[in-house]
C-alpha cells in the first residue's frame, strides 16, 4: 500500500481494518468498529502493526517523500476527510490487471444465481 502510495504522491489512501467499517451519508462518515475485535488502534490512538488494539481507519498520505499515517477522526464530512488530486500519474500495474482481468468475456449466467 505505501509503495502504491509513493508512486502516486497526490493521492490520499484510506486504511481500513478488517472489523471496522467507513459508513459514508449525506456528504457525512463516520467510523464504525466491532468491539472485542483485534485492530490496529491503541488507546492512546498510536498505530499497532500486530493488531494489539482496536479496529479503526487510517489516513495516509505522502509528505516529503515518506509516507504518513494518521488516525481518521470517528466523525466528519467528506469534505474535511477527502481531497482532490493535483495530478493523477497513470500506473503501469493497472495495464497489467487490465490484461489480466479482460471485462470482455461472456458473462455465465449460472456463476450468478440471484441475478444480474
Known sequence: FDSMLLR???????????????EVSDGEYRVLSLE???GSVLEDGAFSPDG???PGVW???????QVQGRLCPATGTLRELL???LEIIH??????????NPDDIPMQKDLFPLGT
Open 8 to 22: 502516486h504522491p497526490m493521492e490520499l489512501g484510506i486504511g481500513i481494518d478488517h472489523f471496522a467499517a467507513l
Open 36 to 38: 472485542g475485535k483485534r
Open 52 to 54: 494489539k488494539g482496536s
Open 59 to 65: 489516513i495516509k498520505e505522502v509528505k516529503d517523500a
Open 83 to 85: 481531497r482532490t488530486p
Open 91 to 100: 500506473d503501469e500495474c493497472v495495464d497489467f490487471c487490465r490484461r489480466a
